[in-house]
């Protein structure tokens, strides 16, 4: 049974033979390697150019914003699976990486996406105020989140969102999808009625189209940034191990509360 299209036997990425590996048109021994820092080969991979000054800066600065956060469910998640299989660092990693989505680390996508939904009605109707207005008035009447705003923890305004907005500026990226951000968070909380600063995954994807990144590639940036955190973890993890500790803690924090069956 074919399932979906097969007539399309193409890739633009890359290609290798006995004497080389050739990646979107460059040498890799000779043209990239040594030449370009991993977040210049991070673009020229995902988008088949070479990244601008300011694009460069924007997407190293995002991937050092979320690359780390302490002991969230994720990293908790990497560091019980390497306690408990310590030779499966690729299954502990991947542990770490499948957690991420809308509720932690992954939500870029989500706010970029409406970002974009934004963009195109402010378009349409030829007015970012009004579409902005419009929106959270509907998200309010659905009991709806907001993407892109809010943090539980950052309550007062996620730092990392306000610094990569001002290194936006900084850098001349900053375009219509920062403008639409800034609009919500100085919205949002008359119209929703509670605090809302944007957060840093709201600050990721305007920055991130802004500089040119593509809406269907937005999770790429926190997902390769997290690894990194997640092999910092991993490798702590072997010198100082808490995955049993957490594993542990968790069995005492949670109480069961199932029928018991009695002789």
Known sequence: ???????????????????????RGFDLCHELIGKLSFSELFWLLMLGQLPTTGQRAMLDACLIAIAEHGLVPTVQAARMTLAAAPEAWQGAMAAGLLGMGT????SSEAAGRYLVELRDTAEAIGNEELAVEESLKRLKAARAKVAGLGHPQHTAGDPRAVRLLELADE????????RLLRLLGKMAPDIMERRLPINVSGAIAAVMLDAGWPVEGLKAVPLVAR?????????????RPIGFILSYH??????????????
């Open 171 to 178: 850098h001349g990226t900053s375009a219509q999808h920062v």
């Open 103 to 106: 509720v932690v680390a992954g």
């Open 250 to 263: 968790a069995a005492q924090a949670i109480h069961y509360d199932g029928p018991i069956r009695k002789e």
């Open 1 to 23: 049974m074919r399932i979906g299209k097969t007539d399309q036997p193409f890739t633009s990425i890359a290609t290798s033979d006995a004497e080389s590996v050739t990646i």
């Open 227 to 239: 690894a990194a955190g997640l092999a910092a973890h991993l490798h702590e993890e072997t010198q």
